[in-house]
């Protein structure tokens, strides 16, 4: 079945540090990839997402690169605030999945200034 | 006001209670979702709904039932609580862009 395995938090990070959060996935055929934002006491947001190999989504200095040879849609920002502490999720939508998505178990992430 | 809205926000019960958490949207969408998210194990899908006439089980749903009463209004029920269903639930709806939008959730603690 599909499933997504994505790096355990915390992760604790000084302001200004470079965040990477790991994510593969398991899936078959040409899955969508997304990652979602939570932050204290609020639902998840979507943050960004690509759909096909090799795209690249980005949005508020945060990118992530589909890579279909690896499985994987690592999460990258290169200088952290304090306002992105969270928890990150690394979800995918399967091609025959009908619009449900398939979450990891999220990365608390804790920027200190 | 928020695209989606649950109620209640917190809820506290003991085993046994039946308890309804209701969920309404103005997206306009016809899929709805409810998840249940627990620490360290994700989010966990339900229950979804393509229309009024239209459920489906998701991975979880044991112990759970849904009704949804009109295109924006979904709930979730669980007729007789237990402890292990403590958790945090979120109600969710999508267009066809995949996009979830979610709710702010609803905590709710089993005694």
């Known amino acids: 079945g599909n499933s997504v395995t994505q790096m355990e938090g915390p992760v604790t990070l000084s302001e200004e540090a470079f965040l990477t959060i790991n994510c593969t996935y398991t899936a078959t055929g040409y899955p969508s990839l997304f990652w979602y934002v939570q932050y204290p006491g609020e639902g998840l947001q979507l943050l960004l997402k690509?759909?096909?190999?090799?795209d690249k989504g980005s949005n508020k200095g945060f990118e992530a690169t589909y890579r279909k040879e690896t499985t994987s849609f690592h999460l990258e920002k290169g200088s952290v605030q304090v306002s992105d502490s969270a928890v990150y999720f690394c979800?995918?939508?399967?091609?025959?999945?009908?619009?449900?998505?398939?979450f990891g178990a999220g990365t608390q992430v804790v920027v200190t200034p | 006001d928020a695209d989606v809205t649950q109620t209640p926000r917190n809820r506290i019960t003991k085993t046994g209670k039946r308890i309804m958490l209701e969920c309404s949207q103005t997206k306009g969408h016809d899929r709805m979702y409810w998840y249940r998210q627990d620490p360290g194990l994700g989010l966990r899908l339900i229950y979804y709904s393509f229309d009024v006439k239209d459920i489906n089980k998701g991975e979880i749903s044991d112990g759970y039932s849904v009704s949804r009463q009109a295109q924006a209004k979904f709930s979730l029920s669980l007729e007789s609580a237990i402890p292990n269903q403590t958790a945090l639930y979120f109600c969710?709806?999508?267009?066809?862009?995949?996009?979830?939008?979610f709710g702010e959730g609803s905590r709710l603690t089993v005694l």
């Open positions: 979800a995918l939508r399967a091609t025959d999945s009908w619009g449900k998505l398939q």
């Open positions: 969710a709806t999508t267009a066809y862009t995949g996009e979830l939008f």
């Open positions: 690509a759909t096909k190999a090799d």
